[in-house]
């Protein structure tokens, strides 16, 4: 392991330059702080050892400097402090110095300090090394799950979409698709899985599989009467089957999820819904922007729900987007939240655009928003146009 050595006394670096070779460690040396510092700037150290008293640059402001320079890996840092320099110790400890020797010390008890901190640095690197692997595998992940969504401008049954999709880290809990079930019907969900990560993204992959009309490969969107018939699944009767399936237990309480699932006929032009725990979607139409209305609890969390749906008339030209709650509550770096008002806001003006410019400026009214603050959950959007048969 690579050793930086910052100590001004001439006799105690000397004796360091000799000592950490024979202990198996590579050394370089710097005769005050400052010259370290351009050191560590230049060169990778896996540890630091730093007197506290030194000229230009004390080991207190050298141990603040190291912990606020971004380095592929972590530094280990010892303090040596003098008998009348001991009272800042906690200081230099707060700073960031991982651990401390008095002067003068023994060399058998600096070498048992340095071998700990040799564990210490090896644990990091394998711990990163670990962590780098794994999000290899979430970013693949990831990229799995976003193969399934639908393609951008699809147009099923006189229904077109257009979406925006960003997961918090690598994959996350929500999911959305739309799915043509018949000639007439075309059916779309959303879900928002509780938590993130790769056992939301399993959850996610499990439901995406069980979402489709395609009764021979395990969807449950129909089901087969006793004539052999095939029949549709209303919007409350999917989310009770779902809720029988996935109703969590105590070891899992954080697995339940959120949907949104609906039923636009282009025939009859009306749409039936089911909101189980979803952020409730927003009808875009020559009247105004509405929220479409209907309350159930999150499936999986109550046993034997009677789910309920909502029922509305549709028009050519309507708009319905849905949405999950990490675009209505991300924040800005003051901690508001972006919030439905201002998704209103933005699409009240819509109407005569299309979904995929209103998709744009809505996202874009977010990232405004925003600006740099982090992203803190999902953010899903799917926006879908209605238009009469034949049009």
């Not at 290899?136 to 257009?162: D, F, G, Y």
């Not at 508001?336 to 995929?356: A, C, D, P």
């Amino acid at each position: 392991m690579k050793v930086l050595l910052a100590e001004d006394d001439n006799i105690t670096r000397r004796m360091l330059e000799l000592s950490l070779p024979k202990w198996g460690y590579e050394c370089k040396s710097a005769c005050d702080g400052e010259d370290a510092w351009e050191l560590f700037q230049l060169e990778d150290f896996d540890i630091v050892i730093t007197d506290w008293m030194m000229p230009r640059m004390d080991g207190a402001q050298l141990v603040r400097n190291i912990r606020t320079f971004r380095k592929g890996h972590y530094a280990y840092v010892i303090l040596l402090t003098s008998l009348d320099s001991k009272e800042y110790l906690p200081h230099g400890l707060e700073k960031g110095a991982d651990d401390y020797i008095e002067k003068p010390f023994e060399p058998s008890e600096l070498k048992a300090r340095l071998k700990a901190g040799a564990r210490i640095v090896e644990l990091e690197r394998n711990l990163a090394a670990s962590n780098r692997r794994m999000k290899t595998e979430l970013k693949k992940a990831a990229a799995t799950l976003e193969n399934m969504l639908p393609e951008q401008n699809l147009r099923i049954n006189n229904v077109s979409l257009n979406w925006y999709f960003k997961p918090w880290v690598y994959v996350g809990g929500d999911f959305f698709n739309v799915l043509k079930l018949d000639k007439v019907n075309t059916g779309f969900y959303m879900i928002d899985v509780a938590g993130h990560g790769l056992s939301a993204a399993l959850l996610t992959a499990t439901l995406s599989h069980l979402m489709r009309p395609s009764i021979i490969h395990g969807g449950i969107l129909k089901n087969r009467k006793d004539n052999g018939e095939e029949c549709l699944l209303s919007p409350s009767e999917l989310a009770a089957e779902l809720n029988r399936r996935f109703l969590v237990s105590d070891a899992d309480e954080d697995k339940y999820f959120t949907l949104l699932y609906g039923i636009i006929n282009s025939s009859d032009m009306t749409l039936r819904w089911v909101r189980a725990g979803h952020p409730r979607p927003i009808l875009l139409s020559g009247d105004g922007v509405n929220f479409l209305e209907n309350d159930n609890p999150p499936i999986g969390l109550l046993e034997n729900i009677e789910y309920t749906e909502g029922l509305v008339q549709l028009k050519h030209g309507d708009q319905i987007f849905v949405y999950s709650d990490g675009l209505a509550d991300a924040e800005n770096n003051r901690e508001e939240q972006f919030g439905v008002h201002r998704m209103i806001n933005v699409l009240s003006k819509g109407h005569k655009r299309q979904t995929e410019e209103n998709v744009k400026i809505l996202i874009n009214s977010l990232m405004e928003f925003r600006k740099e603050t982090e992203q803190n959950d999902d953010i899903s959007l799917l926006a879908l146009g209605v238009s009469l048969l034949g049009k």
